[in-house]
């Protein structure tokens, strides 16, 4: 792939908005910010990328015109991107495909996502349910935590993996968010916390589940040379994605987040890099299990269970996931969280990550993110500035 | 700002009429593709062959729960009707019941696949 670089990025905090600001106020600050990190300016921008998720929860069709015009932006390529669960990095995806394919040089990408504050969380759950399929599961009732714990209910019997398992994560994810300072849930809770919280929906309980947040993240891709004198930047290397079947009873194994590893594949293909060169991950763990299956589907490990009770998982660990605390600690603003997730993986490759960190940065890191219950996968892979 | 939003949609269902029909009254209608392959809930295109063609079958309304979770409120399964070639989630219509078997019965409160259980396990 070509030399396409996250050239600066920022985030506003993901959490439930209590401020009265609104989406518009979040979409100018992380836009502003991320431009400041990339020492550019509004006018060296020729494309700006959307990510959203629903017009039902910013009450706003064609965002990306309005957002556009709200940041300032006048007569350069806007679109909008949406994939579900993937919508932020589908856009950071669709952004680095204008840059090495030369139809632009400097590409926002900025996602956003207003639902916490907009609804209440019954309506957002219903309007989740639509993102399966809206005829048959959608219509039954059934919210997307029941849906994700039929998938853990089927990777566990395939895999041995328990609920101690699943609450490990939880509680780490969250003990990840409390050195992050944008991170809607960083709590300082154990594994027992998580196995004695509310039941939600079997093997699930309300601390395996991801909040409902508010927020916007921004990043700027480029190629090098337009870009200013300054300190590297991380390089998207490998891009990747593909799709399963929508229903899960329909594939073989519902337990198996098949597609991911099909789009790891093209990703570590594009970027020439094997999969034990990966040193970190920030995975879509939208449940406590699917950051287990997640890894069992990208196979960074040959027994990803075994390496789970190993803490090989852990910020001192062979291969440190989600140190950001990922959608269970830091939140989930749906078109936001791809794009801080890249953010996030490209600043720990810079070594300037304002969060928990490993001793070492390594030289590749991967994003994995779903729309569905992995039914649109999209995995990237960052590489290090050298 | 409030701004309610009330929205009243009519959704054609299609080439797949006959088994939404069907489901409102509690039966199993499945498209069996030239290929054999049975599909319930039955999609435009076969999952094994491609094709787009295919023969509204009736099935039996039997079930077979291959996982199952329950919420504070309601119990959903991953299960297998007898005579399908996938599997479907589904409602459990009597979730006071923790049994295995049982058989399509129309939609109560929310549309969808309702499976009422047996009484017991006992023709395992």
């Given at each position: 792939m070509s030399d396409v670089r996250i050239a600066g990025g920022a985030m506003t905090p993901f959490n439930r908005r209590k401020d009265a600001s609104s989406w518009r106020d979040w979409c100018l600050s992380a836009f502003t910010d991320a431009l400041a990190d990339a020492a550019l300016m509004a006018g060296d921008i020729d494309a700006l990328m959307v990510a959203s998720e629903s017009d039902f929860f910013s009450l706003q069709l064609n965002p990306a015109a309005l957002i556009a015009d709200e940041l300032g932006l006048r007569r350069i390529r806007v679109q909008r991107v949406e994939g579900g669960g993937a919508t932020g990095h589908l856009a950071v995806q669709a952004g680095a495909a204008l840059v090495s394919s030369g139809q632009a040089r400097r590409v926002a990408v900025l996602g956003v996502e207003a639902s916490a504050s907009h609804l209440d969380g019954a309506s957002v759950g219903g309007l989740y349910s639509l993102s399966y399929d809206a005829w048959s599961e959608g219509e039954s009732g059934i919210g997307s935590a029941s849906i994700y714990a039929l998938s853990a209910l089927a990777f566990m019997a395939e895999t041995g993996a328990t609920s101690e398992d699943f609450a490990r994560i939880a509680?780490?994810?969250?003990?990840?968010?409390?050195?992050?300072?944008?991170?809607?849930?960083?709590?300082?809770?154990?594994?027992?916390?998580?196995?004695?919280?509310?039941?939600?929906?079997?093997?699930?309980?309300?601390?395996?589940?991801?909040?409902?947040?508010?927020?916007?993240?921004?990043?700027?891709?480029?190629?090098?040379?337009?870009?200013?004198?300054?300190?590297?930047?991380?390089?998207?290397?490998?891009?990747?994605?593909?799709?399963?079947?929508?229903?899960?009873?329909?594939?073989?194994?519902?337990?198996?987040?098949?597609?991911?590893?099909?789009?790891?594949?093209?990703?570590?293909?594009?970027?020439?890099?094997?999969?034990?060169?990966?040193?970190?991950?920030?995975?879509?763990?939208s449940f406590s299990g699917a950051q287990l299956q997640a890894l069992q589907a990208l196979g960074l490990t040959a027994d990803p269970l075994a390496a789970e009770r190993d803490g090989q998982f852990t910020v001192e660990g062979?291969?440190?996931?989600?140190?950001?605390?990922?959608?269970?600690?830091?939140?989930?603003?749906?078109?936001?969280?791809?794009?801080?997730?890249?953010?996030?993986?490209?600043?720990?490759?810079?070594?300037?990550?304002?969060?928990?960190?490993?001793?070492?940065?390594?030289?590749?890191?991967?994003?994995?993110?779903?729309?569905?219950?992995?039914?649109?996968?999209?995995v990237s892979i960052v590489e290090a500035p050298r | 700002m409030k701004r309610p939003l009330q929205l009243d949609y009519n959704i054609p269902r299609g080439r797949l009429a006959p088994h939404f029909e069907a489901l409102a009254q509690g039966r199993a209608l499945a498209l069996r593709c030239s290929c054999g392959h049975v599909a319930f809930p039955p999609a435009l295109t076969c999952a094994a062959c491609g094709a787009h063609d295919g023969d509204w079958v009736a099935l039996s309304?039997?079930?077979?729960?291959?996982?199952?979770?329950?919420?504070?409120?309601?119990?959903?399964?991953?299960?297998?009707?007898?005579?399908?070639?996938?599997?479907?989630?589904?409602?459990?219509?009597?979730p006071e019941l923790t049994t295995r078997r049982g058989h399509l019965v129309p939609p109560e409160h929310h549309a969808g696949l309702w499976l009422a259980l047996e009484e017991t396990d006992d023709d395992d």
């Open positions: 509680a780490r994810n969250r003990q990840n968010a409390r050195h992050n300072r944008f991170a809607h849930l960083p709590l300082d809770v154990t594994e027992a916390d998580v196995l004695a919280s509310a039941p939600v929906s079997t093997p699930y309980r309300r601390l395996d589940c991801s909040p409902l947040s508010d927020g916007a993240a921004c990043v700027i891709l480029a190629a090098s040379q337009d870009l200013p004198e300054g300190p590297g930047r991380a390089r998207l290397a490998g891009m990747g994605v593909a799709n399963d079947r929508v229903r899960l009873g329909d594939r073989a194994h519902p337990g198996c987040f098949t597609a991911k590893g099909v789009a790891l594949r093209a990703a570590l293909a594009q970027a020439g890099c094997a999969v034990d060169q990966i040193g970190l991950a920030e995975v879509y763990d062979a291969l440190p996931v989600n140190l950001s605390g990922g959608l269970l600690g830091q939140g989930a603003p749906v078109g936001a969280t791809g794009v801080a997730q890249v953010l996030a993986a490209a600043q720990q490759l810079e070594g300037r990550y304002p969060g928990l960190r490993p001793a070492r940065a390594p030289r590749f890191a991967l994003v994995d993110t779903h729309g569905g219950i992995a039914t649109l996968c999209a | 309304g039997q079930a077979r729960i291959e996982h199952r979770t329950d919420t504070p409120g309601a119990a959903w399964a991953l299960a297998r009707f007898a005579g399908a070639d996938t599997a479907v989630m589904l409602r459990i219509a009597t």
